[in-house]
């Protein structure tokens, strides 16, 4: 257990569907982020949110869109995805802090099958 | 470019050693990390290096060259629960980190 959970582990859905994933951490981190995990492809960061700020957004198409109600939990809400989407959604958090870098604690992901 | 190089795939004996490598290049440099990842579970945290040299935890080593873009790990006495990927990633200038595709780790008894 890292202290950061998701749910669900597992999401098939159809390209018309609108789901949501669900992230929660309770280490107390102040900074939140959703990756993308794909097969023998590096890890792709796609938002950043910082005391419940977006402060990052890698030209992630709109189909993804975030939400961070407070700097405990994570939402990333989906619709009409493509089955290039497929892939291990990881949300990840740390403790920022000015000018020093802390890990990153992951949760085990969700497991997104598009149809 | 920002990039980062690890081999895909490497296998190794129960009790032995293997050494993952990892080159990265990237726009500033703040560290290096190392991540371990069993199929199906969260990456957890190995190690991190921002000065040149060999950090040891247990029987895992991390070593760094930042003037030749290097880094590797270490992994001695390996056991069967050490089969897992194993990500490299490089924070850059803006504190962004970079992440390497990573090394499949398969230990044979």
């Known amino acids: 257990e890292t202290g950061v959970t998701q749910t669900p582990r597992h999401l098939v859905m159809g390209m018309t569907n609108k789901k949501s994933l669900k992230c929660e951490q309770h280490l107390g981190h102040n900074a939140m982020y959703w990756y993308k995990q794909s097969a023998k492809k590096p890890l792709e960061l796609m938002f950043v949110y910082n005391f419940k700020e977006q402060t990052e957004n890698n030209s992630v198409p709109s189909r993804f869109s975030p939400e961070c109600p407070n700097s405990s939990h994570l939402f990333l809400h989906l619709h009409t995805l493509q089955p290039e989407d497929s892939a291990l959604y990881l949300c990840?958090?740390?403790?920022?802090?000015?000018?020093?870098?802390?890990?990153?604690?992951f949760g085990p992901g969700t497991r997104l099958t598009v149809l | 470019g920002q990039n980062i190089d690890q081999p895909t795939e490497m296998t190794a004996t129960e009790g032995a050693i293997v050494q993952i490598n990892c080159t990265y290049q990237?726009?500033?440099?703040?560290?290096l990390f190392w991540y371990q990842q069993h199929a199906g579970e969260a990456p957890t945290f190995l190690s991190y290096n921002v000065l040149d040299g060999l950090e040891e935890k247990g029987r895992f080593s991390s070593f760094l060259s930042r003037s030749k873009g290097y880094s590797y790990l270490l992994l001695k006495e390996l056991q069967m629960k050490d089969s897992a990927s194993y990500l490299c990633?490089?924070?850059?200038?803006?504190?962004?980190?970079?992440w390497g595709a990573g090394t499949k780790l398969i230990i044979k008894p």
């Open positions: 990237t726009s500033g440099f703040n560290g």
């Open positions: 990840a958090s740390s403790q920022e802090g000015l000018g020093d870098y802390n890990e990153q604690f």
């Open positions: 990633a490089a924070l850059d200038s803006n504190y962004q980190l970079i």
